[in-house]
C-alpha cells in the first residue's frame, strides 16, 4: 500500500485545511492587486496592517510570486556593513524605473520582512538594518528581453552595493521605465466627509458664539502606512552612558526597569542593542572597561501598541548615570512601579 505523502498531512485536519486555504486566498489578493505602481512589499505591510495577511506568510508568498511566478533575479548577502544615509539611497532607486525592485530582510526581532526601497517611509526602515544580517534583493520585470535581464542584474548588484554601504552607478536603461512608487490618492468618499466636517465645525463655531451646544462631528482620518507597521517594533532609541563605567549596578538598574515594563506591558518587548549587535543576555554588557563614560547603547521595543517610550528612555538614562542607585530598592526580585 502506498503511503500518503507528507505534503498533505497538514491538510488532515479542519486547522491546517483553513489556513492553507486562507494562505491561498490571500496570496491571490496580492497578485490581484500587485502592478507597476503597487509594490508588492507595500501591498503585504498594508495587509498586515489591516490583519489581512500574517507576517509569516511573507516569506513564502515572496517566494512564489517574485521568483517562481514572476522569475526575478534575487541575490542575498549578510551585509557587512550598513547606509548611513537611507535616504539618499530611498532617492536613487526611486530613479530605477525600468525594473521592479524588492528587499527582503531577515529582521533579528520580526523575523523576514519586505521593503519598497522606492517608497520614502522605507529609509528609517532601511537605516534600521543591522550589519550581518541577511538581506535578499529581488528585481524583475513583467518583460524576458535581454535588455530588461540586463537591468535586473545590474539592479539587484547596486542595491546590494548601496545597503552595504558602498556606491554605485546603474546606467540609463535602468532609470527610464514604468516602475515608480506613487502615493494612494484619497478616495473620493473619504474628501466628501473632510469636507462635510469641515462645514460643520464651522457651522459648529458658529453656534458656539450664540451659546448653543452643539457636538463637534467626528471626522475620519486615512493614514498611508509605513513599510513596516509602527506599532510591530519602534525607532532604535540611543542612551548614551554618562556613569565612568557601565557596571554591575548600572546592569542591575536596567534589568529591574525592564522587568518593570514588562510588568505593566506583558505584550511588548524591549531589546537592547550595543556596538550594532543584539545584547541577548544585558549581564554581558557588564565587562570591566568595556563599556565606559560616552559610549552609546541602543534599543527598540516590538510589539502592537507600543506605549512609554519616552518614559522608558528617560528611566534608562538615569539607570546609565551615576543615578542608577535609585533603581536598586528591595530585594532583586522586586519589580517596580515605574510606569
Not at 495577511?53 to 556593513?81: C, D, H, R, W
Amino acid at each position: 500500500m502506498a503511503e500518503p505523502s507528507s505534503f498533505y498531512t497538514r491538510l488532515a485536519n479542519r486547522k491546517g485545511f483553513n489556513t492553507s486555504v486562507r494562505h491561498i486566498t490571500s496570496t491571490l489578493d496580492v497578485l490581484d492587486s500587485i502592478s507597476k505602481t503597487k509594490n508588492i512589499a507595500d501591498l503585504i505591510n498594508s495587509m498586515i496592517i489591516d490583519k489581512e495577511f500574517e507576517a509569516e506568510q511573507t516569506l513564502s508568498t515572496i517566494n512564489m510570486l517574485l521568483v517562481e511566478k514572476g522569475g526575478y533575479t534575487a541575490i542575498s548577502s549578510n551585509i557587512p556593513e550598513v547606509t548611513t544615509d537611507a535616504e539618499l539611497l530611498v532617492k536613487e532607486v526611486a530613479r530605477w524605473k525600468a525594473v521592479d525592485i524588492v528587499i527582503g530582510y531577515h529582521h533579528p526581532d520580526l523575523g523576514f520582512i519586505v521593503i519598497n526601497p522606492k517608497n520614502p517611509e522605507s529609509a528609517p526602515v532601511i537605516a534600521g538594518f543591522r550589519k550581518n544580517e541577511l538581506v535578499v534583493v529581488y528585481a524583475g520585470t513583467d518583460s524576458t528581453t535581454a535588455t530588461t535581464e540586463q537591468n535586473t542584474k545590474v539592479a539587484v548588484s547596486s542595491l546590494m552595493q548601496l545597503l552595504s554601504g558602498k556606491k554605485a552607478a546603474v546606467p540609463a536603461s535602468v532609470l527610464s521605465g514604468s516602475y515608480a512608487f506613487k502615493v494612494e490618492k484619497k478616495p473620493a468618499a473619504v474628501k466628501k466627509t473632510v469636507a462635510k466636517a469641515r462645514t460643520s465645525k464651522k457651522a459648529t463655531m458658529a453656534s458656539a458664539t450664540s451659546k448653543t451646544s452643539v457636538a463637534e462631528p467626528t471626522v475620519a482620518v486615512v493614514a498611508v502606512p509605513s513599510p513596516i507597521s509602527a506599532s510591530r517594533m519602534s525607532s532604535l532609541v540611543s542612551i548614551v552612558v554618562s556613569n565612568e563605567l557601565f557596571h554591575n549596578g548600572n546592569v542591575e538598574a536596567w534589568k529591574r526597569i525592564i522587568r518593570s515594563y514588562n510588568a505593566k506591558y506583558p505584550n511588548l518587548k524591549v531589546h537592547i542593542y550595543y556596538d550594532g549587535e543584539r545584547i541577548v543576555d544585558i549581564n554581558t554588557l557588564f565587562k570591566w572597561g568595556k563599556v565606559k563614560h560616552g559610549s552609546c547603547i541602543q534599543f527598540c521595543v516590538s510589539g502592537e501598541n507600543i506605549q512609554d517610550l519616552a518614559k522608558l528612555s528617560r528611566y534608562f538614562r538615569q539607570g546609565a548615570s551615576p543615578q542608577f542607585e535609585a533603581f536598586l530598592h528591595g530585594s532583586p526580585d522586586t519589580v517596580m512601579n515605574l510606569f
